[in-house]
């Protein structure tokens, strides 16, 4: 019986690698300008539907995650980043240097790095959010 440790496979030194050398910030910034900062046919937790999102143009995105998945030949790339926004720009002077939160975003790219899907949470409470219904 083969027993094998994925802990030092080359495998993980290999996803280690790609992801290290991605440029994520680029590849939200991307999609966000696609978007126009805008989130289209969106249901909240509570099932409210709203026909358009509209984010502030000054909002950072963390990435917090990303992951590899593959199955049978179909591979990709999932980068999950926290959406934020700096409350100096929106002249918020009771927290000066403190950041409001507006949801995550989600984008899975194929293996050549192209757009697949795109899972949005966005905090439908926050100032900084424009919505139509």
């Known amino acids: ?12 030194q290999d996803l280690t690698e790609v992801l290290e050398n991605l440029d994520a910030n680029s590849l939200v910034a ?12 969106y249901w909240d937790e509570q099932d409210e539907f709203y026909e358009e999102i ?9 990435l917090v995650s990303s992951s590899i998945g593959v199955t049978g030949r179909k591979r990709w790339i999932q980068l999950k980043f926290v959406l934020q926004a700096d409350r100096m720009n929106f002249q918020d002077w009771s927290h000066p240097n403190s ?8 984008i899975i790219y194929d293996e050549n790095l192209q757009f697949v899907d795109e899972n949005w949470q966005i905090n439908i409470d926050s100032p900084f959010i424009g919505e139509q219904k």
């Open 99 to 106: 950041r409001q939160n507006l949801g995550e975003l989600t």
């Open 1 to 12: 019986m083969t027993i094998i440790e994925l802990k030092n496979h080359r495998v993980w």
């Open 54 to 62: 509209i984010l502030p143009r000054s909002l950072s995105a963390d």
């Open 30 to 41: 991307e999609h966000l300008e696609l978007c126009d900062y805008k989130v289209g046919g």
